[in-house]
Nanobody, 128 residues
Framework: QVQLVESGGGLVQTGGSLRLSCAAS????????MGWFRQVPGQEREFVAA????????YYGDSVKGRFTISRDNAKNTVYLQMNTLKPEDTAVYYC?????????????????????WGQGTQVTVSS
């Protein structure tokens, strides 16, 4: 049974940084794509970043490009999202997700519907 557990959210001032972690268990994830999404109440889940577990290819949403970095630690089965230069509009619940299909297609990996497993989410609040 796949389990994704996020941590690292919290309250930070504009311009600050946070690092989110997603601990994955229950499978061998070498063929998976791991993604981060975020959601504000009343809005659709928004793609933030994705990483291919094998090889480490990455892709970012336009709103976070240049500020956020996704990475993974194979030994710890953990995916990270380093968030720098945070803005109030980054305030959301951040979710980690896993896509077992593994097809590295931008049209696919940016869509929350294709991800098979989700964490419980962690709140990030950026104060102005």
């Amino acid at each position: 049974q796949v389990q994704l557990v996020e941590s690292g959210g919290g309250l930070v001032q504009t311009g600050g940084s946070l690092r989110l972690s997603c601990a994955a268990s229950g499978r061998t994830f070498s063929s998976y794509i791991m993604g981060w999404f975020r959601q504000v109440p009343g809005q659709e889940r928004e793609f933030v970043a994705a990483i291919r577990w094998s090889g480490g290819s990455t892709y970012y949403g336009d709103s976070v490009k240049g500020r956020f970095t996704i990475s993974r630690d194979n030994a710890k089965n953990t995916v990270y999202l380093q968030m720098n230069t945070l803005k109030p509009e980054d305030t959301a619940v951040y979710y980690c997700a896993a896509d077992r299909g593994g097809s590295w297609s931008v049209l696919r990996l940016t869509k929350f519907q294709v991800y098979d497993y989700w964490g419980q989410g962690t709140q990030v609040t950026v104060s102005s």
